[in-house]
Nanobody, 124 residues
Framework: QVQLVESGGGLVQAGGSLRLSCAASGRTFSYYVMGWFRQAPGKEREFVAAIRWSGGNIYYADSVKGRFTISRDNPRNTVYLQMNRLKPEDTAVYYC?????????????????WGQGTQVTVSS
């Protein structure tokens, strides 16, 4: 059974940084894509970033490009999201997700497994 456990959320002032972690377990993830999504109150869930376990191809939403960095630690089955220069509009619950060999990495429907989410709050 696949499990994804996020950690690292919290409260930070605008301009600050946070690093989210997602520990994955339950299978071999070689052909999977790991993604981060977020959902703010009253808004739809939106794509943030994704990385392929094999090859390391990386994808970002335009809104976070240049500020956020996604990376992976294969031996630890852990994916990270380093978030710098945070803005109040980055406030949301952040979810880690994984999907098998999908080409549509920005679509939430491509991901079969989801973590419980971690709250990120950026104060102005």
């Amino acid at each position: 059974q696949v499990q994804l456990v996020e950690s690292g959320g919290g409260l930070v002032q605008a301009g600050g940084s946070l690093r989210l972690s997602c520990a994955a377990s339950g299978r071999t993830f070689s052909y999977y894509v790991m993604g981060w999504f977020r959902q703010a109150p009253g808004k739809e869930r939106e794509f943030v970033a994704a990385i392929r376990w094999s090859g390391g191809n990386i994808y970002y939403a335009d809104s976070v490009k240049g500020r956020f960095t996604i990376s992976r630690d294969n031996p630890r089955n852990t994916v990270y999201l380093q978030m710098n220069r945070l803005k109040p509009e980055d406030t949301a619950v952040y979810y880690c997700a994984t999907g098998y060999q999908t080409d549509y990495v920005t679509a939430s429907r491509s991901y079969a497994y989801w973590g419980q989410g971690t709250q990120v709050t950026v104060s102005s």
